[in-house]
């Protein structure tokens, strides 16, 4: 649920307050089992 929560308020945050994420840019240390992946590339990381 923690991990739920933070990622949904950084959504809102950067979405609809125009407020710098960095949990969105890139993988965190503080949740290593989130996975990034890209549409473009057909890569996660």
Do not use: G, N, W
């Amino acid at each position: 649920m923690d991990i739920t929560r933070t990622y949904v308020a950084a959504f809102f945050d950067l979405h609809l307050r125009k407020k710098p994420q960095p949990l969105l840019d890139e993988p965190s240390t503080r949740y290593p089992e989130i996975k990034y992946c890209s549409a473009e590339t057909k890569t996660c990381r």
